[in-house]
């Protein structure tokens, strides 16, 4: 089954997020086995990109609170080389980067060439959590939509490859995670005012999150929507798909820098 077919939100299409089912499998077998496979595939593509040094890939991750970004990347990204990927956390930007354009810092983030780049959370938020309070008004954030999509272009031309993850849990779900948060001393420290009084503009995200993926969702920097109540679906279906781009890419070893046939060692 090709699951990213099934997650993949169509360029120029409109979206209604509750025709999604969060807990949706698409009919797989919980198979801890195949995503293993696919893990210990993503390993050795990694070191094969960072040989190549020809391309980037940049992987995107939007949630909403306790919609699992950590745990994507704690679970998928298990066992690469630390020195071959690097994880940007965005959050209230600081002073500098509000003096300059909001995309700034975006793009000092984007991996190098032969990297793996994880944005946790993203340019994203200057389309959603700016709209749902009133950040700025909707004349300025309503023209970031192609703004977004010409920086996305311009990397993709540049062979940086985007895979865009929505992490899609339902708001009962939220509440489950939440609450054994609550319960659990180790987990505490996760948990935060300004996500709970979130959950009270749940509506709100939920419609701008559909304008964003719709109007940002193109040929050179798809949007995934993953049905993620179930945390080992979510895992195996963002797996496959960055898999899948890395095979894509027709990765290959660089030659030797000498000739290895006359070497040799005394």
Not at 173 to 196: G, T, Y
Request: aromatic share 8%; hydrophobic share 35%; with cysteine.
């Amino acid at each position: 089954m090709d699951l990213a077919k099934h997650c993949l939100v169509k360029p120029h299409s409109k979206l209604k997020l509750k025709d999604r089912d969060p807990a949706d499998t698409f009919g797989v077998s919980k198979n801890l086995k195949k995503l293993e496979k696919n893990l210990e595939r993503l390993r050795e593509l990694q070191h094969l990109l960072y040989a190549d040094k020809r391309h980037a890939l940049l992987i995107v991750l939007q949630a909403l609170d306790a919609g699992g970004k950590d745990g994507t990347i704690r679970h998928v990204m298990s066992g690469v080389n630390p020195q071959g990927c690097q994880v940007t956390s965005f959050k209230k930007p600081s002073s500098e980067e509000c003096d300059h354009d909001y995309l700034w810092r975006i793009h000092k983030g984007v991996p190098s060439k032969g990297n793996i780049g994880i944005f946790n959370r993203s340019h994203y938020e200057d389309v959603l959590v700016v709209r749902v309070h009133d950040i700025v008004p909707k004349p300025v954030w309503s023209k970031r939509y192609h703004q977004i999509n010409d920086l996305e272009k311009m990397l993709s031309e540049n062979r940086v490859t985007i895979l865009k993850f929505f992490l899609h849990i339902s708001k009962d779900e939220q509440k489950r995670r939440f609450e054994q948060r609550i319960a659990d001393p180790v987990r505490n420290w996760k948990l935060s005012l300004p996500d709970i009084e979130e959950r009270k503009h749940w509506d709100a995200y939920t419609e701008a999150y559909e304008d964003a993926l719709a109007k940002c969702s193109t040929p050179w920097a798809p949007w995934y929507v993953v049905p993620a109540d179930k945390k080992w679906f979510r895992n195996h279906v963002v797996a496959e798909v960055v898999v899948q781009a890395l095979e894509g890419m027709r990765l290959k070893y660089p030659p030797p820098s000498l000739d290895v046939s006359k070497i040799t060692l005394d």
